[in-house]
């Protein structure tokens, strides 16, 4: 039984049919198995359509078997047949232009499939094949030029449309009901989150290590285990230093919130003596009384709760890494099942719509990270230069809490607050200087940061985003603040592609007509004469 792993591993078919394509004959086997994690196998039956001319493009195909005609609307002779080993559909992603011709399958054939954006990637990372692709792309220009003029009375209208009112409802039905359902199992949803996270940040390292030689399946293992080595090893190292150190830690936070007491108390006493019916309705007494009792009583009321809410979600983000590891193994796998499930007269746009959701996800998650670094950055340094105590964590603390629209950055100066009114007592120019930092980072975040790193990833109208805040607090509370946004931008590019899916007659007619060819071709031997 040992001999069998001595024994050359035999190549599987599907990659020995990608090694007859010429263009990838020169591919090493790691090199092959990068690509065929981007492919799609696709059948065609006889006549069946494969794109139309003028349509958008939105991948390139190979022929792995049978035969493929290149035509014209319009024209009685076909412009070429392509046969095994070939490929067609590359001028309209390289020039961004409509299909110039229409594909239909001269015979039963096989077909590989590549996404616009994962050809653009892979002739960046394999300069070869885009060589080739040029070359080929060069030679049908010189030999077969095909003019793209306006002659077709019945050229397919593929440019996405502004959603219609039927799809905005729709759109705003489908994000209230996540968010609902997403209440109901937050358990299972911030982990996936976290996990979505992580999976964006190492993605780019996991294509590194499989053009260098890994499998995708060992890059994946290694990124994963190490990454769950070292939250384990954290959280470790982490435990003996806050048993160490809870008294101390447990003081100072008494204290912070002493001086905050402290601060707000001058606070009211200031409103109270500014306006009188504060002062008769006992307004500051109150409230006061509320955040003194909660500072005093905040070690034997409310820590241990606190630390048993954490300790209960630990089980639950522990499920980040192994989430991660997951999604990093079989990403290409599950895109390729949701590819597969789709009729092929939707498939390019059901690709465009799978893509555009990653997009969505990965651009707003990415950078989201990246505010946040920014921000620590900025309130870290400032927080530095003013002498506060702890300026790295409240940096950290501020810029994560901002996560939280509208309540994270009233609680991140809140806390600022606290610190200053405790380490500088009675210091009014510090307490303004701290005001004024606060309000110039949040004009750099709205109007600089925010529009620079998020803003491409999500057009939303300001006016919904506010709306869908509202509603996701409504909803969900905090968890709805921070999910509407992202939700909103997923849901929104789901509903716009499936509107476009659904409203376009030619797709549907073009799906009934391969259905009767598929049912012809299956029954074509079973009538008796």
Not at 71 to 89: D, V
Not at 203 to 229: D, E, Y
Request: contains cysteine.
């Amino acid at each position: 039984m040992l001999l069998r792993y001595f024994r050359r591993a035999i190549e599987p078919l599907h990659l020995t049919a990608l090694r007859n394509v010429p263009l990838f004959s020169g591919l090493r086997t790691h090199e092959l198995d990068t690509l065929n994690d981007l492919l799609h196998q696709r059948s065609y039956v006889t006549n069946e359509i494969i794109f139309d001319q003028n349509e958008e493009g939105q991948a390139i195909y190979f022929v792995l078997s049978g035969k493929v005609l290149i035509s014209r609307q319009n024209q009685k002779n076909p412009i070429a047949e392509l046969g095994a080993g070939l490929f067609f559909g590359e001028r309209a992603l390289m020039a961004d232009v409509p299909r110039i011709a229409q594909a239909r399958a001269a015979e039963n054939c096989v077909l590989a499939v590549l996404f616009r954006e994962d050809f653009l990637n892979l002739l960046k990372t394999h300069p070869q094949i885009a060589a080739k692709i040029t070359e080929h792309a060069t030679f049908r220009d010189i030999n077969q030029p095909i003019s793209t003029g306006d002659d077709d009375a019945n050229a397919l209208a593929n440019t996405p449309n502004v959603p219609g009112p039927v799809t905005w409802v729709g759109i705003l039905l489908a994000t209230c009901l996540l968010l609902f359902i997403f209440k109901k199992m937050l358990w299972l949803v911030v982990p996936f989150l976290l996990a979505l996270i992580l999976f964006y940040l190492l993605s780019p390292i996991v294509k590194r290590m499989v053009l260098s030689g890994f499998s995708n399946q060992l890059a994946a293992v290694t990124l994963s285990g190490s990454l769950l080595v070292g939250i384990g090893s954290a959280v470790l190292l982490f435990y003996p230093l806050t048993i160490a150190n809870a008294d101390m830690w447990q003081a100072s936070i008494i204290r912070y919130l002493s001086g905050g007491a402290v601060l707000l108390d001058q606070i009211l006493q200031g409103l109270q003596h500014r306006f009188t019916f504060l002062q008769n309705a006992e307004f500051g007494q109150d409230v006061y009384r509320q955040f003194r009792d909660f500072s005093e009583h905040f070690s034997d009321k409310y820590m241990g709760s606190l630390l048993f809410s954490v300790a209960a979600w630990l089980p639950s983000l522990m499920l980040a890494p192994i989430i991660t590891f997951f999604m990093l193994k079989d990403g290409a796998s599950i895109r390729k099942m949701l590819g597969d499930a789709v009729p092929n007269a939707f498939f390019e746009k059901t690709l465009y719509l799978i893509h555009a959701i990653d997009r969505t996800a990965r651009l707003y998650f990415i950078g989201l990270l990246k505010m946040t670094m920014v921000d620590s950055l900025i309130m870290a340094l400032a927080f530095a230069l003013l002498g506060l105590s702890y300026p790295i964590v409240l940096g950290v603390l501020v810029a994560v809490l901002c996560w939280i629209p509208y309540l994270g950055p009233i609680l991140g100066f809140s806390i600022v607050m606290m610190v200053t009114a405790t380490d500088f007592p009675g210091n009014v120019s510090m307490l303004y200087g701290i005001v004024a930092l606060f309000a110039t980072m949040r004009i750099l975040d709205d109007f600089v940061f925010l529009p620079i790193i998020i803003g491409k990833s999500l057009h939303i109208h300001p006016l919904l985003t506010v709306m869908m805040f509202l509603i996701g607090e409504a909803i969900a509370g905090i968890p709805g603040l921070m999910l509407a946004i992202p939700i909103l931008g997923v849901v929104m590019v789901l509903g716009e592609t499936l509107e476009i899916i659904l409203t376009d007659k030619r797709l549907r007619a073009r799906y009934r007509h391969s259905q009767k060819l598929a049912w012809q071709a299956a029954t074509q031997d079973l009538t008796t004469h």
